[in-house]
T-cell receptor
């Protein structure tokens, strides 16, 4: 069964450093998303991406964050200057965008980001 | 964004019992509804979409009440492997493909042997 993959599984970084989290969405899916989950809290939407541009973003997704689809398979989330409060699990998700149901989102296993 | 509310539990239920969860959502314009399950420190896994007419998948039945803005999940003949956190999830906007999902905090279910 096709699945979303993410690398690395765990990233440790120093405050102020840049990190890039990588995702490979399901191959025929058209919509891509990033979410985060701070330990013990609910999953929160960050951004959605379609047709090589951001479709929607939450208030969490400020200028420190950016997303990119550098090639035909990868989808990345960059955090430019990490803060302690960026420590969380970051999940990538994708959805087909066509067919029925078109908007079911499937999640990758996540990258645990620890900012020291 | 408005909220999705769930009873956090935990619900402690003996194996074989039937258990039901509800959640409420605040935006009456919401279009799409889902139940996900999440095991400890793992990703949310889609359990089922929830349709207006209600839908069933094996031991799981989901219902949507648009007038009261709540969604329910019923698990029959519960198994030990059903122990997890169940997330009520709503697409608050148009239901289009690019919309982010709004998650509840989840209801923690523990099935006891």
């Amino acid at each position: 069964e096709p699945e979303v993959t993410q690398t690395p599984s765990h990233q440790v970084t120093q405050m102020g450093q840049e990190v890039i989290l990588r995702c490979v969405p399901i191959s025929n899916h058209l919509y891509f998303y990033w979410y985060r989950q701070i330990l013990g809290q609910k999953v929160e939407f960050l951004v959605s991406f379609y047709n090589n541009e951001i479709s929607e973003k939450s208030e969490i997704f400020d200028d420190q964050f950016s997303v990119e689809r550098p090639d035909g398979s990868n989808f990345t989330l960059k955090i430019r200057s990490t803060k302690l409060e960026d420590s969380a699990m970051y999940f990538c998700a994708s959805s087909a965008g066509t067919g029925v149901p078109y908007n079911e989102q499937f999640f990758g296993p996540g990258t645990r980001l620890t900012v020291l | 964004r408005k909220e999705v509310e769930q009873d956090p539990g935990p619900f402690n239920v003996p194996e074989g019992a039937t258990v039901a969860f509800n959640c409420t959502y605040s935006n009456s314009a919401s279009q799409s509804f889902f139940w996900y399950r999440q095991d400890c420190r793992k990703e949310p896994k889609l359990l089922m979409s929830v349709y207006s007419s209600g839908n069933e998948d094996g031991r799981f039945t989901a219902q949507l009440n648009r007038a009261s803005q709540y969604i329910s999940l019923l698990i029959r003949d519960s198994k030990l492997s059903d122990s997890a956190t169940y997330l009520c999830v709503v697409n608050m906007y148009s239901g289009g493909g690019a919309d982010g999902l709004t998650f509840g905090k989840g209801t923690h279910l523990i099935i006891q042997p």
